[in-house]
């Protein structure tokens, strides 16, 4: 199964989005799956805030392991940067924004809003967009890619 698949995968077996990107890419950096679900944990739901959508968190995080070196050297964290800035960009072209109220068009952390959500199926169709296309960019950044 490819890591998209996997990504897609672990978001339909109802593991956040930050949680399915995390995992599908953290055992190519020797991360066991189990040790990055719990790890991307937090981050799920725009780090429960309506911040930046987790499946973009759990991409950086991925990217952070792939290019910066073992000593987070300057020059490395730079490479991160690049990264995180391509990403970003060809994210926020695909799906439309990087928080979660611009690509759910509702505020999750409102009660009422996080209902509509739910009743309207945006964690099938527009989250499974976000961690699909996050886990797709990473696929195409990551080096040796």
Excluded at 13 to 18: A, F, I, N, T
Excluded at 27 to 41: C, E, N, T, V
Excluded at 123 to 133: F, M
């Amino acid at each position: 199964m490819s890591r998209v698949d996997e990504a897609r995968q672990l978001f339909s077996d109802h593991y956040s989005c930050s949680q399915a990107v995390f995992a599908a890419f953290a055992p190519s950096f020797g991360i066991a799956a189990p040790k990055a679900l719990q790890l991307a944990s937090g981050l799920g739901g725009g780090i429960r805030a309506g911040s930046a959508c987790g499946a973009v968190l759990g991409a950086l995080l991925v990217l952070g392991l792939a290019r910066c070196d073992a000593d987070c050297t300057p020059e490395s964290r730079h490479d991160v940067m690049g990264a995180v800035d391509e990403f970003h960009a060809r994210f926020r072209a695909q799906v439309g924004d990087l928080d979660c109220p611009g690509i759910l068009g509702f505020d999750v952390r409102c009660p009422e809003q996080r209902a509509i959500v739910q009743e309207r199926g945006l964690r099938e169709s527009r989250c499974l967009l976000a961690v699909r296309t996050a886990a797709e960019i990473l696929e195409e950044l990551l080096p040796g890619s």
